[in-house]
């Protein structure tokens, strides 16, 4: 229930800079316009934007014949969860990464990049699933969802918001409808990075619960931040409106991007699970522990919860 009241209150925000930039371009009628378009956009964002994102990152359904070791996986975890297994997508992406979505549990579903299951060894795999499952449990996948969509719907009305109407006068304010069109995508940004960021961390906690090692989903986090390095992720760069949903920021950074991250420093995430054990992290530079072996493709997959 407190999922479903954070999305309510989150939506109606953004609802409400709808009609504000639709006052700025185009007057009372663009008002109204706007709200039009935010209430249709909130009814598909409510009911749609999880398929609507694995659509815009290109997942492709994985069954479990064609993959039954990471499905044995996905199910061993999820009934640690407590929660149904949720429909398992690969996105063929070099870069390593993953994320959730559903707007319930019994509508949830994981991504993973084919990057992950190529440089991750089954524990990492692991720690990340978990991850994911927790993001889940918890109904935060509802609320990533619905922002991605709104957010993506706020920039597009920035950018073709002169078509809303005319002002009172007939002549809307240029410098008002031009800051208007600047400032609405950058309002969005700040509306998705000002969502609490402290459901990564206890993303993460959980995670580490439902896995039973903090240490795999810890080495899993170096990791990516290790392998993605030089690989840009095509489909996240041309969607930046979803990049919070993923477990680590896909993005490439060569824009505005770090500005209003809305991931937690990947530091601070693993000195947090680290903790948990009552460990230390170790002493590298940036406080990220060590890869439990060299970066590289592995032939195969294989995962502790196979049924063999």
């Known amino acids: 229930m407190r999922g479903y009241f954070r999305t309510l209150v989150l939506m109606a925000g953004l609802t409400a800079l709808f009609m504000a930039v639709g006052w700025a371009l185009g007057g009372q009628q663009g008002m109204w316009v706007a709200l039009a378009i935010a209430g249709a956009t909130n009814l598909f964002a409510w009911w749609g934007s999880d398929s ?17 070791r990471l499905h044995g996986m996905v199910e061993g975890l999820a009934q640690r969860a407590g929660i149904p297994t949720p429909k398992l997508y690969v996105i063929h992406e070099n870069q390593p990464n993953a994320f959730a979505t559903g707007r319930s549990p019994e509508r949830g579903a994981v991504a993973l990049n084919t990057g992950l299951l190529e440089m991750m060894d089954e524990r990492e795999v692991a720690g990340v699933v978990a991850h994911e499952l927790a993001h889940i449990k918890h109904r935060d996948t509802l609320i990533m969802a619905v922002t991605a969509t709104l957010a993506g719907a706020i920039g597009f009305l920035g950018q073709f918001g002169f078509m809303l109407g005319r002002g009172r006068d007939h002549r809307p304010n240029p410098l008002v409808a031009l800051l208007a069109m600047l400032l609405a995508p950058l309002a969005a940004v700040v509306v998705q990075a000002a969502i609490s960021r402290s459901r990564e961390y206890e993303a993460d906690a959980e995670g580490a619960r439902i896995c039973g090692d903090p240490t795999w989903l810890a080495s899993a986090l170096a990791n990516l931040e290790r392998y993605k390095q030089g690989r840009v992720n095509e489909r996240a760069e041309a969607n930046p409106a979803a990049a919070h949903m993923f477990i680590v920021n896909p993005l490439s950074g060569l824009r505005m991007d770090n500005l209003f991250s809305t991931h937690p420093r990947t530091e601070e995430r693993i000195a947090r699970l680290m903790a948990l054990r009552g460990e230390a992290p170790p002493g590298l530079p940036g406080g990220l522990p060590p890869a439990p072996r060299a970066a590289g493709p592995r032939p195969r997959f294989r995962s502790p919860w196979d049924r063999r």
């Open 52 to 68: 609507m994102v694995l659509r815009m990152q290109g997942a492709q359904p994985v069954g479990p014949a064609e993959n039954p």
